[in-house]
């Protein structure tokens, strides 16, 4: 029982004991029940005659997962916040839209244009670290990041492209999403 107390105190708050024990030699030790409290994933796990370098494993693959969601919420939120400012632009000098409204918020931009154009919904899925699409003439579709632009993997033409396309043919002035953040082409 003081051996259970004394190792699960050095393993689970000592990152020191951690490296330690992770290397080859020390993995394979085996006790009953030992209760590890792993605070980076924020609950308790069982382990039996399991590895103590999963543990130390996890803790770091969950920092991991946490930088990669901070820099996607970056990439995200930039690229929702620079398509409103443009969809406000181009809203703005098209005078043959009967009261279109934009709308941003939650990761949430909403492009009503009204009849017969319809609306777009663009979204952000923080689970997958996808953006979502809703349109009215193309349908749904999902956009992974690539590190420069937003692309839908099923016929490699990103969120920026097919807005351009399709807005263009709604709005009486020529449309250019490239402009945008996060667009894939680089602005000199």
Not at 45 to 55: L, P, V
């Amino acid at each position: 029982m003081f051996l259970k107390i004394i190792l699960r105190s050095l393993v689970s708050k000592n990152e020191f004991f951690t490296k330690i024990f992770s290397k080859q030699k020390y993995c394979s030790i085996s006790y009953n029940k030992l209760l590890f409290s792993n605070q980076s994933l924020q609950r308790e796990t069982k382990f039996k005659h399991q590895d103590i370098r999963q543990s130390y494993l996890l803790k770091h693959f969950s920092a991991l997962n946490n930088q990669n969601e901070i820099e996607f919420m970056h990439a995200c939120n930039e690229t929702l916040e620079s398509l409103c400012e443009y969809f406000e632009e181009i809203v703005e000098n098209s005078p043959q839209l009967d009261n279109p409204d934009i709308t941003f918020s939650d990761g949430v931009l909403t492009l009503q244009l009204g009849p017969p154009y319809g609306t777009y919904v663009i979204n952000r899925q923080t689970p997958n670290k996808q953006i979502w699409l809703s349109s009215p003439k193309s349908g749904p579709k999902r956009y992974d990041f690539d590190g420069t632009k937003w692309i839908y993997k099923h016929d490699d033409v990103s969120l920026h492209e097919l807005l351009t396309i399709e807005l263009s043919t709604i709005f009486s002035i020529e449309v250019n999403f490239s402009k945008c953040v996060f667009s894939g082409y680089i602005q000199t």
